[in-house]
Structures are given as C-alpha cells and as structure tokens.
C-alpha cells in the first residue's frame, strides 16, 4: 500500500542517494537524464557539460528532480522535487559545490578508486564542465513500505 513520506523522510532520501533524475522541459520536449548529485540541505549540487539538457534548461530553468531507493520491485520510496536550475559562475560557488560534491561522492567511493587529483572526481575551476545547483521549492514523496 503507498503511502506519502513525510518532511524528515524526504529530506533523508535526498541525503542518503548520489544519483537521481533530472528532468526538464523546453520547446515541446521533455527530456529526463540520470544524474550524480550531492544534497546539502538546501541545495541539489551537480555538474555536467554542454549539451542537449543545457540547451534546454537555459530556455526554461524550472525543472523537476527524483530520486528513489528500491528493496526490490514492492519495497520502494521515491521523491520528486521541483526547482530553479542555476549555473555557477562564481568561482567561490563553484568551489564550494566542488567542495560540497566530492565529500558526498567520496565517502561511498572505495579508497583505491580514488584517482589522486585534489578535484577528483571533478574537474579543477575553470574547466569547461557546468557546476550548477537547483533549491528545491517544492517536494513531495511516496512509499510502499
């Protein structure tokens, strides 16, 4: 039976998960990309390069962001957010979302993976990826658990 997730269990889902779905919409088109991302509580840090999703978020920044954790095909909660999509420019934000991303990826990245740049496993400031945030002003979640 589905049931809706309360605040704290939304707000632990985006914590606890790295990788979700990121969706926009532009032109007629709807497009839904995977993405690796690190939540701060306030934020959905991530970065990506020039591309078709780029295109379109530029043309229309609202976009929407789901993430879920699945036991197996009976035991799932997803949540779904929805928010302005913003490019950092800045380089104090851009290190700070570098900052931000690679503490969350790396703690569930094995040691030996580890690549040994002080950036891994994004690149410097500077380098032609888009490290961007979204502030989700709207989420909601559901469970079957």
């Not at 700070?96 to 040994?116: C, F, M, N």
């Not at 500077?126 to 490290?131: P, V």
Request: charged share 25%; aromatic share 10%; hydrophobic share 35%.
């Amino acid at each position: 039976m589905e049931q809706e997730l309360e605040e704290e269990q939304i707000e632990h889902i985006l914590h606890q998960n790295v990788l979700g779905h990121l969706g926009c919409h532009a032109e007629g088109i709807t497009y839904v990309i995977p993405i690796c991302y690190a939540y701060d509580g306030t934020f959905i840090y991530g970065r990506t390069y020039e591309g078709l999703k780029i295109k379109m978020i530029r043309k229309n920044p609202d976009v929407c962001f789901q993430v879920e954790s699945i036991k197996n095909m009976i035991q799932w909660e997803s949540v779904i957010g929805w928010g302005k999509f913003e490019e950092l420019t800045d380089d104090g934000q851009r290190e700070a979302a570098i900052r931000t991303l690679k503490e969350r990826i790396t703690a569930i990245v094995k040691s030996d993976e580890l690549r040994g740049s002080p950036y891994w496993p994004f690149s410097a400031p500077g380098s032609k990826g888009i490290l961007f945030r979204i502030r989700l002003n709207k989420k909601t979640g559901r469970s079957s658990l």
